[in-house]
């Protein structure tokens, strides 16, 4: 769950325990539903552009079902901090900072209910948006419940650059998740039908992602991008790299492996050890 850079080394295995402790568990306890707006979009954007969606699950210490991160990072109501956001490998410091690809184009706070941050980019040299949401760590199930229901073509939302509507959600032709895989956790009775034929790809960043979401992401009609078989760091340079040879329309199987380049590069791991933890499809 945390990267073995620098000052955090020691935790990446404390927290890596801390995910083998309840990688057996299936979510017997149940959460009460949350009902997000799951209106079936019916907005479509211009076939010239191509739109993403990732919903950040802050690291939180006290909500979430690890042990705990270093308190400067593991404050899931702090997003400026956060181990997945703010943090140097996190989605708004990487692709903000460290990204040549990406433009911040605008940044709100609190833009909707469990929201802390809302950022949106524009790719440098692609008509490609991609929006990403910062939830309040407490609610991570919520994060999780927005993310499939996107998935099902569902949660439409809508952004206004240069008096023009940009939508994404379950308009988004990519829709991915980033954080603690909370499904170990908990379990989600909803069902998240797929509600049309577009043809949504799914990237979900998260420890045994292709184990826990499965079931449900089956329902959605969504593809499964890229996810992982075992315990891992979701952190920014996955998704960025991953994101841009899909962005290149390269196959599945090139998002892959660009994506186990990245992890391999920052973790100091071997490739095939990469490519044994990132995969795609069923």
């Not at 210490?61 to 990072?73: C, D, L």
């Not at 929201?115 to 948006?129: A, G, M, V």
């Not at 308009?171 to 980033?178: E, G, K, M, Q, R």
Request: net charge positive; charged share 20%; glycine share 6%.
């Amino acid at each position: 769950m945390l990267t073995i850079h620098g000052l955090t080394s020691v935790f990446f295995l404390i927290v890596i325990s801390a995910c083998s402790n309840i990688a057996d568990k299936t979510g017997a306890a149940t959460d009460p539903i949350h009902s997000p707006a799951t209106k079936i979009s019916t907005h479509t954007n211009s076939d010239s552009i191509r739109t993403i969606h990732v919903f950040v699950a802050l690291c939180d210490n006290k909500f979430q079902g690890i042990v705990p991160v270093p308190s400067s990072i593991g404050n899931g109501q702090d997003p400026k901090n956060n181990l997945y956001w703010g943090a140097g490998y996190g989605v708004k410091t990487f692709f903000s900072k460290k990204s040549s690809e990406w433009e911040l184009i605008s940044a709100q706070t609190n833009p909707a209910e469990h929201i802390l941050e809302r950022l949106l980019f524009k790719h440098r040299s692609k008509n490609i948006f991609l929006l990403a949401d910062a939830y309040d760590g407490e609610y991570i199930r919520e994060a999780t419940v927005d993310f499939l229901s996107s998935s099902a073509g569902k949660n439409e939302t809508a952004i206004e650059v240069n008096g023009k509507k940009i939508y994404f959600g379950g308009v988004s032709d990519l829709i991915a998740y980033v954080g603690h895989d909370g499904l170990m956790d908990f379990s989600i009775e909803q069902r998240f039908e797929e509600s049309n034929d577009k043809k949504r790809k799914a990237i979900i960043l998260a420890c045994y992602s292709k184990r826990f979401f499965s079931p449900h992401l089956k329902q959605t009609g969504a593809s499964p991008l890229l996810w992982s078989t075992g315990l891992m760091a979701p952190e920014a340079y996955i998704l960025h790299d991953a994101i841009q040879a899909w962005a290149n329309s390269n196959s599945p199987e090139e998002v892959r492996s660009a994506a186990a380049r990245a992890y391999s590069k920052y973790q100091k791991c071997s490739l095939k050890a990469a490519r044994n933890l990132l995969v795609t499809g069923w």
